[in-house]
């Protein structure tokens, strides 16, 4: 039986996961009161202002309790709003507050240093190959 440090998607996942412990202790030794995960669902809806919180799931990977719990918390935070939706009064639409676009490019140095960290020994060409292999594995499991 293989043992699991040579299984590619374990590795995959542990340096994900690894990353973004990485990244979420800088942000906190930083002062930021923000975490990773609502990093991305701010970044996402200034990316895609009309996109609902079903699209919102799928592009962070999380479950839609999840995002909501998450939603939740960064209204309450005021960097985001709900407001009512003209066409569907069931639904809301979710707009980024001043202190939400605020906090994404305060944040924004630290992310790419954190990213520049990251890759630090990587050559481009190990992360061109790199990135064609995941590309491949997406479209295989596609």
């Known amino acids: 039986m293989e043992k699991l440090e040579k299984i590619i998607f374990y590795n995959m996942d542990k340096a994900i996961k690894s990353y ?45 309790a999840s995002v909501t719990r998450i939603i939740d918390l960064l209204v309450k935070s005021e960097y985001l709003e709900r407001r009512d939706n003209p066409d569907d009064r069931r639904k809301s639409n979710l707009v980024v507050t001043e ?34 292999a995941l590309k491949k594995i997406i479209d295989n499991c596609s």
Do not use: H
């Open 99 to 132: 202190e939400g676009e605020s906090i994404i490019y305060k944040v924004q140095d630290l992310v790419l240093q954190n990213r520049k960290n990251a890759l630090n020994t990587i050559t481009p060409e190990e992360l061109e190959t790199m990135n064609l």
């Open 20 to 64: 973004r412990m990485f990244a979420q202790k800088k942000l906190k030794e930083n002062g930021f009161k923000i975490t990773i995960d609502q990093w991305l669902i701010i970044k996402t809806i200034l990316e895609n202002p009309t996109i609902t919180q079903q699209e919102i799931a799928r592009n962070v990977f999380k479950d839609n």
